[in-house]
Nanobody
Framework: QVQLVESGGGSVQAGGSLRLSCAASGYRFSDYFMGWFRQAPGKEREGVAHIYPSGSTTYYADSVKGRFTISRDNAKNTLYLQMNSLKPEDTAIYYC???????????????WGQGTQVTVSS
């Protein structure tokens, strides 16, 4: 069955860095757009970044542009999110997801991971 498993979350001070990974299995990883989403307590889930199946094109939410980098390794069926210059407002549960189209709208994504917690302290 389809599985998306995130890892790499944790606690870090403001200005620090973390690298999230998402290991995919059970479907043809290279056929799908992949995205990272996050949800903070009391807030709606928001799109952070997404990447084309080939990895050639990426999109970012304005709130993370210039600080986060999404990438993928289709040979390893793995998605990454490099997060630099982290801020307290980046604190959230981060999810990876697979979908059929280029969008940061979570409703369009078909498969979801269970999430990994990222906490940034000031």
């Amino acid at each position: 069955q389809v599985q998306l498993v995130e890892s790499g979350g944790g606690s870090v001070q403001a200005g620090g860095s973390l690298r999230l990974s998402c290991a995919a299995s059970g479907y043809r990883f290279s056929d799908y757009f992949m995205g990272w989403f996050r949800q903070a307590p009391g807030k709606e889930r928001e799109g952070v970044a997404h990447i084309y199946p080939s990895g050639s094109t990426t999109y970012y939410a304005d709130s993370v542009k210039g600080r986060f980098t999404i990438s993928r390794d289709n040979a390893k069926n793995t998605l990454y999110l490099q997060m630099n210059s982290l801020k307290p407002e980046d604190t959230a549960i981060y999810y990876c997801a697979a979908g059929p189209t280029s969008t940061l709208d979570a409703r369009a994504y078909k498969y979801w991971g269970q999430g990994t917690q990222v906490t940034v302290s000031s």
